[in-house]
């Protein structure tokens, strides 16, 4: 495969973008992160993103850390706390965006539900953010 380089088990391309969720399991804007970023990395950009683990990368997971330290990163935060920004950087990550999901709530006047169902206005903001997410990485790796 041209332009690709092995890490771990399986070759990525150059041109990728790590998109790192918030792994918050008990919290409504934590939901809405994960579900962000498997509508960008499932169906927006699949060619051109690789999902990282958080839980993996913090237990030194070698190919997610090294995902991070490769490629471009996105990380998306649950709450004012950042774990995913404040865990990616730990890691060697090179971070080219953030999303912050209490600012994006605000700003777009979407309330999730809770952690289980984050009803119909937590998956309008998560496709709105999905959306912004996917812009971004049109701009780092181009069309």
């Known amino acids: 495969m041209q332009n690709s380089q092995e890490i771990g088990s399986q070759p ?22 994960r579900a962000c970023a498997f509508k960008v990395v499932e169906k927006l950009r699949p060619g ?24 471009p990163s996105i990380p998306i935060d649950g709450c004012a ?8 950087v730990k890691n060697g990550a090179r971070i080219k965006a953030r999303i912050l999901i209490p600012e994006s709530v605000q ?5 999730p539900g809770s952690a289980s169902d984050i009803g ?7 496709e709105k953010l999905a959306e912004e997410i996917a812009a971004e990485i049109d701009r780092l790796v181009g069309k």
């Open 12 to 33: 990525f391309a150059k041109d990728k973008v790590a998109v790192i969720p918030c792994a918050g399991m008990d919290k409504a804007l934590g939901s809405v992160a």
């Open 48 to 71: 051109k993103t690789v999902l990282v683990c958080i839980p993996s990368l913090v237990a030194g997971v070698k190919p997610y850390s090294e995902i991070v330290k490769t490629y």
């Open 81 to 88: 706390e950042r774990c995913a920004t404040k865990i990616a």
């Open 107 to 111: 700003k777009h006047n979407l309330k």
């Open 120 to 126: 119909p206005d937590g998956e309008k903001l998560a």
